[in-house]
């Protein structure tokens, strides 16, 4: 039937439900047999080469010879009043180089330090914005901006709901972690204690014979600020390439922007590739210009920016989206047509009825149509008490080797737009036990088409899911 075909395409839909336009010539091409799969990204990458811009290709055609390392950028994360935005400034306040002026920088969403890392001067970006929600956010968006996560855990509070929320976002991002052990200048710290509960989140410290590093400090006092950095670049260097080439147009992505009364639209951006060099005429999502300025963190003005350095902009025509990207283009009048094209793209988007995501009884329809093989939960319960026994149960489900059960995310609360967030990027089911979504949660739900699932007894969950395992089960022939 219809919706089986529409399921092949990568289109969730029910009997009842309305397609967009771009759905009925894909079905129209399918029944001719001809397959075309439209997704956003597609739709802008396509939108893109149309203006002769491919930027997959491009990154694939990179000459080794003129790639150069770049500074890792890094997000701190962790659980509230753990000391983030504290170790933010204490960093800050260490960079070696700036010193002298104190160290006092604006914010403008990211700033770079240098340090010095076995007797060579290396930078190092942060991203200012601490936790895990601008980051899941931008990475709904389809950009990854962060390379490696700083998690803070207070020594003496230990593991809480949120460390395991952000320490779940970053590997479902696949994303290093370095743990920094904060306050230990507290009395009551146990920096051991940390380590230990760590072990249970697959986060083994290397003095207990696993690969992550954990470094004592106190953002108060900035006792280890020096050898977390290290941590960081040793970590960077061991498992990342972080390479690129500084001699083309940049492309980078928008990490925060506002209307400022008496400079118009002022945008930070986060170079990732090329230099951008006042003049440029760029283009970051639907905000089009020429550079007319750019500022570093000290707002001091710059000329040029290379990979991985953050630099507000001035001259965009309106305010782009944190998680946007931004490229160089030929001329002005090319960087307009694609931000007039981009935003027609998303009056239709909008005008469209909301895509549907999985539900569990989509699972059990495409199992039979042998289409999907792994089921993406997210848990959330009141209690973690419950949130571990759901989470045992299901893992204990027998299923056929085809069919897997993968839960990417769990914690304590209420279910946060964070949440639906990763389950828009994932695909995933969120099932609440004892818990519900807040209004933005429950909103974005709704506009994205997850699928959210409540329960006030372990047991009806299990059966439910493992209904639907099983049904997913594909036929033996
Ligand atoms: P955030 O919510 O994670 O950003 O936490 P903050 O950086 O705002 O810190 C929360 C509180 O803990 C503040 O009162 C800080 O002064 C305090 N704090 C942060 N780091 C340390 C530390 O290393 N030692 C001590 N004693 N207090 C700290």
Known sequence: NLVTVLFQLGEMATATESLDDATFGILGEELGYKIEIVSPEDEDKELLEGFGVDLEQELADEDDELLQARPPIVTVMGHVDHGKTRLLDAIRKSNVIAGEAGGITQHIGAYQIWTDHEEIDRAITFIDTPGHEAFTAMRARGAQVTDLAILVVAADDGIMPQTVEALNHAQAAGVPIVVAVNKVDKEGANPAKVRQQLTEYGLVAEEYGGDTMFVDVSALSGLGIHDLLDAVLLTADAG????????????????????????????????????????????????????RAMFDENGDPVTEADPSRPVQVLGLSSVPRAGDTFMVTEDDRTARQIAEKREAVQRNALLAKGRKRISLEDFTKALEDGKVETLNLILKGDVSGAVEALEESLLKIEVDDSVQLRIIHRAVGAITESDVNLATIDNAIIVGFNVRPDLKARQAAQREGVDVRFYSVIYAAIDEIEGSLKGMLKPEF
Not at 270 to 291: H, M, P, R, W
């Open 240 to 291: 990342l390439d972080l390479r690129a080439n500084p001699d083309k147009d940049a492309r980078g992505v928008a990490i925060e922007a506002n209307l400022d009364k008496g400079r118009g639209a002022v945008a930070t951006v986060l170079i990732q590739s090329g230099t951008l060099e006042v003049g440029d005429a760029i283009v970051a999502g639907t905000a089009y210009g020429k550079v």
